[in-house]
């Protein structure tokens, strides 16, 4: 695992983050990063994390509640990074990243990404290969690119 950034990276108790014997686990990292001063990532307790995984706070932050779920190659991202405009693609602005926040016992399923200022509710489950760039209710399972809820978990 790496962890690297001007903020702060937070891990609660009992959490696993890489899986052996798994796919990846050999040949890939965990990365999370808390890139400026201003950003930070917070691990809740139990939370258990797949290979490949990586988080990135540029400048808000990123919570994963505790008992969570996540499978590999999940990618979690408060901004874009950089604007669309030419000249502003080499810039990152505090105005445009958006906190992102995952519920307790949410299940995320392997390949999904997770874009700035997305909620994803408590027990929720995402599916494979989920683009999530809207919130997410509470108690459901949601899928597919752009994800949307696609039914309530019983």
Same mark, same amino acid.
């Given at each position: 695992?790496? #962890?690297?950034? =001007? !903020? =702060?990276?937070?891990?609660? /108790?009992?959490? @696993?983050?890489?899986?052996? *014997?798994? /796919?990846?686990?050999?040949?890939?990292?965990?990365?999370?990063?808390? %890139?400026?001063?201003?950003?930070?990532? #917070?691990?809740?307790?139990?939370?258990?994390?797949?290979?490949?995984?990586? /988080?990135?706070?540029?400048?808000?932050?990123?919570?994963?509640? @505790? %008992?969570?779920?996540?499978?590999?190659?999940?990618?979690?991202?408060?901004?874009?990074?950089?604007?669309? =405009?030419?000249?502003? &693609?080499?810039?990152? %602005? $505090?105005?445009?990243? &958006? *906190?992102?926040?995952?519920?307790?016992?949410?299940?995320?399923? @392997?390949?999904?990404?997770?874009?700035?200022?997305?909620?994803?509710?408590?027990? @929720?489950?995402? /599916?494979? !290969?989920?683009?999530?760039?809207?919130?997410? $209710?509470?108690?459901?399972?949601?899928?597919?690119? $752009?994800? %949307?809820?696609? =039914?309530?978990?019983?």
């Amino acid at each position: 695992m790496q #962890c690297v950034g =001007k !903020g =702060k990276i937070k891990v609660g /108790a009992n959490v @696993s983050i890489g899986v052996f *014997p798994s /796919a990846l686990f050999f040949s890939t990292y965990a990365y999370l990063e808390a %890139r400026n001063s201003s950003a930070t990532i #917070c691990i809740g307790s139990g939370t258990w994390i797949n290979n490949n995984f990586s /988080a990135i706070a540029d400048h808000t932050s990123i919570v994963i509640g @505790s %008992r969570c779920r996540i499978g590999a190659n999940v990618e979690i991202m408060d901004s874009d990074f950089h604007g669309t =405009k030419v000249e502003e &693609r080499a810039l990152s %602005r $505090p105005e445009w990243a &958006r *906190p992102v926040c995952i519920g307790d016992d949410a299940f995320i399923g @392997s390949n999904v990404k997770i874009m700035k200022g997305v909620t994803i509710g408590a027990g @929720s489950t995402i /599916a494979n !290969g989920s683009i999530v760039c809207k919130d997410i $209710p509470a108690g459901v399972v949601a899928g597919g690119n $752009p994800a %949307r809820v696609i =039914k309530k978990i019983a």
